[in-house]
């Protein structure tokens, strides 16, 4: 069984950083693609950033391009997502995720199986 465990969100204001971190059990984290999604109150989840096995190649939604960075230490069996430059529409629920994919990056949220509980941020303005 696959466990996803969330940390590092917080209250912090427009401008502001967090880094988010998503620790993964079991031996076959390095197997996947993982993803981080976002939910805002009131919308659906919506895919944020995704990175390959190795990390060699990662993939960003738009709206938040230049801003987050999205990296993995497969030794650590994590994956992480800096935010930098944070604006109050970032505020959302955020959401590791393991994709069913080996080596396509996907950006779906059924290309993902496995979802951590999820760590809230909210950006002040």
């Known amino acids: 069984q696959v466990q996803l465990v969330e940390s590092g969100g917080g209250l912090v204001q427009a401008g502001g950083s967090l880094r988010l971190s998503c620790a993964a059990s079991?031996?076959?984290?390095?197997?996947?693609?993982m993803g981080w999604f976002r939910q805002a109150l009131g919308k659906g989840r919506e895919f944020v950033a995704a990175i390959t096995r190795g990390g060699a190649m990662t993939s960003y939604a738009d709206g938040v391009k230049g801003r987050f960075t999205i990296s993995r230490d497969n030794a650590k069996n994590t994956v992480y997502l800096q935010m930098n430059s944070l604006k109050p529409e970032d505020t959302a629920d955020y959401y590791c995720a393991r994709s069913k994919s080996g080596a396509a990056l996907r950006v779906g949220v059924l290309d993902y199986n496995y979802w951590g509980q999820g760590t809230q941020v909210t950006v002040s303005s």
């Open positions: 079991g031996r076959t984290f390095s197997d996947y693609v």
